[in-house]
Structure formats: C-alpha cells, structure tokens
C-alpha cells in the first residue's frame, strides 16, 4: 500500500508542480500561511494577483474537524478556492465542500512522487465579505487608503475595526479589493519562509 502523505509532502510539491506558474511571475505573490480575519484562521497558501486564490491542504493525517469554520473564512475572503487533499479525504471532500470549491487529489505516483489530479475546478466565489477582505490589511496600510480618500484625521485614529469598516464604507467591493491586492503585492515587511521553490532552490514565496 502506498505510503500516506503529511502537509509537508503535499504542501513542497503543490509549490514546486502546480504553483510553479505563479512563482514565475513578477506581478504575483505566493504566500504560505496567510492571516485570515486577524490570525483567527489561515489559509495553507495563498495566490495574489489580479484576483484572491485560497488553497486548503488536508493531507491524509489531517482530519476534517475544523473544515466548515475554514471553508466560511475562505469564502469570507478569497475569489476562487481549491481543497488540496489526501485519498483519506477526497469522498467526505466532495460533500462538504460548496459547488464553487475546486478540488484536487493528492497521491504518490509509482515511484514516490507527489501527483496531483485535479477532481474538480474552482469558480468564482460569490461569497465574498467586503470586510473580511479588508481585515487583510495592516492598520497602516488601511490608514494611507483612508486618507487618499480625504477621511477626516480623527477617523485615522479610531481602532483597526472602525477603519475597515469606513473602507467598506468608501469603496466598491471591486475597488476594495483591488486596493487590498495592491498592499498585499507592495508589502516589504513579510516574515520570510524558506521552501522549496520550483527550481528546487529557496524560492519568494512567503508567511504572514
């Protein structure tokens, strides 16, 4: 019987295999363990570009247990998500999952090495909560938006959760998440994670 796959295994190769396009591009961030609603949640990896792109990982010695809070802070936060599981959970996957959720198979191929076959696509997330989104910023980031749009100096000083309200307030969601896609892409100050990278070397991609 094939040996089972840990978070490692699958989280190295989804990098290095499926990721490998993202990591090529210089308008593109790959992040490992990004904060969702302050640090409550966090997505396995995250892809930032012209749009939010969640991945969950759930090797087979991970259980389900704290799948559907997952699943509502993704849904909360990212335009298209994918599940990246184990044969352990590929059944239960397809059940607990809404229909938007990709959903991709992680086994060891023949000689060893992590496959990956891709059960179903993710689409648009429709879900999408204007203020969870803007929880992804930091409070200086969400500040120098706030100013741009001329809001008074004594609402710059209210706490965190005030400011993300007033950008809801302020901007379109399409706008708000372009901005908050523009911090994230800009931000000089991640705690950096070394990986594997796709050519086999340490490779951009980062942690919150």
């Not at 490998?20 to 990896?45: I, P, Q, S, Y």
């Not at 936060?77 to 239960?92: E, I, L, N, Q, Y």
């Not at 992804?136 to 120098?144: K, T």
Request: net charge positive.
């Amino acid at each position: 019987m094939a040996a089972t796959l840990n978070d490692s295994d699958i989280r190295g190769s989804l990098h290095r295999k499926v990721l490998r396009k993202h990591h090529a591009r210089d308008n593109t961030l790959v992040v490992d363990e990004l904060g969702l609603n302050h640090g409550r949640c966090r997505a396995d990896v995250a892809v930032i570009n012209g749009h939010l792109i969640g991945f969950e990982i759930k090797s087979d010695e991970d259980t389900l247990a704290r799948l559907e809070e997952q699943i509502s802070a993704y849904d909360a936060t990212f335009d298209r998500s994918t599940a990246v599981v184990g044969c352990r959970h590929v059944g239960k996957a397809k059940v607990m999952l809404p229909p938007w959720w990709g959903i991709m198979l992680a086994r060891r191929g023949p000689r060893g090495a992590v496959r990956f076959e891709r059960i179903r696509h993710a689409t648009r997330n429709d879900s999408v909560d204007p203020f969870s989104v803007a929880r992804l910023l930091w409070r200086d980031e969400a500040e120098a938006i706030l100013a741009g749009g001329d809001v008074p100096r004594k609402v710059l000083r209210q706490p965190r959760a005030v400011l993300y309200k007033e950008l809801v307030k302020m901007l379109p969601l399409r706008e708000l998440r372009k901005q908050v896609r523009d911090c994230l892409l800009n931000r000089k100050k991640w705690r950096r994670l070394q990986s594997p990278s796709p050519s086999g070397g340490l490779c951009r991609h980062i942690a919150t």
